[in-house]
């Protein structure tokens, strides 16, 4: 677990205090000697899969218009492109490539909950998406070639943008600074930071890590349903005490007040609110691409796997985080750990079960020396649900496969 951040000579607690969510850094030679983790024609065949969310966009310079293909694309496409003016962008790649994946472990001096996804674009000389912003924090990491990189002004949903463009773009541009990367140079942006990246020359290929930055209208939608699936149709508002009115027409302040506050109580739930909130920020990116449940594992197949030097991975894009819930004054040897794997919740409460939650949200591997007890059945019946839905796959020092077949 002992993993070197991309930040250079700031430390994380530099970065966090000084610049996360406030503003930019450069960072020259953030990874020595970093190599992409997938290449042009990796890409390429990835924007080919229908699974795989992908955008090809084109500039025409001369009559200032921009054009997009969505993906899945058809091969014959690249072969027709022309020499300039073109980006392809792959989304979510660390959902189909291992390398991508560990890209993202990097950054875990940012919670897990708020990584979101490894974009990855490749782009020819003036390639870009032109000048925009993102409504979330994201690390923008030069793989291979040259990109200039220019920033300026914060924006929102009220910026003027043009209309006539697949995208988002701003209009009228003004940059205030710029850098060109070259491969292991990096740049933070804050959310709304306006900013427009141009390859210089071909072969350029830049890594994108996106964070979620939770919309409060989604946060609120979602847990008032949430909570009111639970609530039942018996709760309903009451006035046991309910005084005579002058006029019957009236809406009291009272009446108002209680209303409100019934609803404010159930809001204020932080059980239940901690429930909804790790399901809700541990959803699945793309829940439709989730995989069918596998036949179940047997806890003896798996203790018989384990002790055969068997190893657990967590599978490429999965989404993993736990909390302690409170105690509520109770001894702390009585507290709950909930483990949120994929937008379900595992309320864990022996010591190995909570310790196992702690090391799966360091997305790492588990083989029987990391289990404080295998005979803990809480522990071994979790590994099991996990395998069942893919979110674990098995394998050995030699090949990462399904062992229980």
């Keep these: 677990m002992n993993i070197t951040f991309p930040l250079g000579d700031i430390t994380a607690e530099v970065f966090l205090r000084d610049y996360w969510q406030k503003k930019p850094l ?21 924007a080919c899969e229908e699974e795989v969310e992908s955008r090809l966009i084109r500039f025409d310079a001369v009559n200032d218009e921009w054009q997009m293909m969505q993906g899945p694309l058809d091969e014959a496409v690249f072969s027709e492109l022309p020499p300039s003016n073109w980006t392809l ?28 996804d490894l974009m990855i674009s490749y782009a020819v000389d003036g390639g870009g998406v032109g000048p925009h912003y993102d409504n979330y924090d994201v690390f923008l990491l030069q793989a291979s070639g040259k990109r200039r990189w220019e ?54 290929i830049t890594c994108s890590i996106g964070f979620r930055a939770p919309a409060h209208h989604e946060m609120l939608r979602g847990f008032s349903d949430f909570a009111g699936e639970r609530l039942g149709h018996d709760a309903r508002y009451c006035d046991p005490d309910l005084p005579l009115q002058q006029d019957p027409g009236e809406i009291t ?17 932080r059980e239940l609110f901690a429930a909804w909130f790790g399901e809700f920020v541990t959803e699945p990116k793309y829940p439709e691409l989730a995989a069918e449940p596998d036949d179940a594992v047997s806890e003896e197949e798996l203790v018989a796997f384990l002790n055969d030097d068997g190893c657990l991975y967590p599978s ?10 409170d105690s509520k004054g109770q001894d702390s040897l009585d507290q709950t750990r909930l483990l949120f794997a994929d937008g379900q919740c595992y309320p864990l409460t022996s010591s190995a ?4 939650a702690s090391r799966l949200g360091h997305y790492l591997s588990i083989s029987l020396a990391d289990l404080e007890d295998v005979a803990d059945a809480q522990s071994l019946h979790l590994l099991c649900e996990l395998l069942k839905r893919g979110l674990l796959h098995a394998g050995n020092d030699e090949e990462v496969d399904s062992a229980f077949e």
Excluded at 26 to 46: M, T
Excluded at 253 to 267: G, M, S, T, V
Excluded at 316 to 325: H, N, S, T, V, Y
Aim: proline share 7%; hydrophobic share 45%; with cysteine.
């Design 151 to 204: 920033i300026g002004g914060t924006y929102d949903e009220h910026a003027p943008r043009r209309e006539d463009a697949p995208v988002m773009i701003l209009p009228e541009w003004q940059a205030e600074e710029s850098w060109v990367l070259e491969p292991g140079d990096m740049l933070y942006l804050p959310p709304r930071i306006g900013h427009n990246g141009v390859a210089v020359g071909d072969d350029c």
């Design 253 to 269: 302040a009272a009446a108002l007040d209680k209303a409100r506050q019934e609803l404010l109580d159930i809001l204020q739930d």
């Design 89 to 116: 962008l792959i989304q979510a790649v660390d959902h189909w490539a291992p390398q991508a994946h560990e890209l993202l472990r990097r950054f875990s001096f940012i919670p897990n909950w708020r990584i979101d």
């Design 316 to 325: 490429e894009g999965c989404r993993l985080a736990w909390m302690d819930q």
């Design 353 to 356: 079960a909570q310790a196992l």
């Design 26 to 46: 450069l960072i020259r030679n953030a990874i020595p000697d970093f190599v992409s983790p997938v290449g042009a024609d990796e890409l390429a065949g990835l």
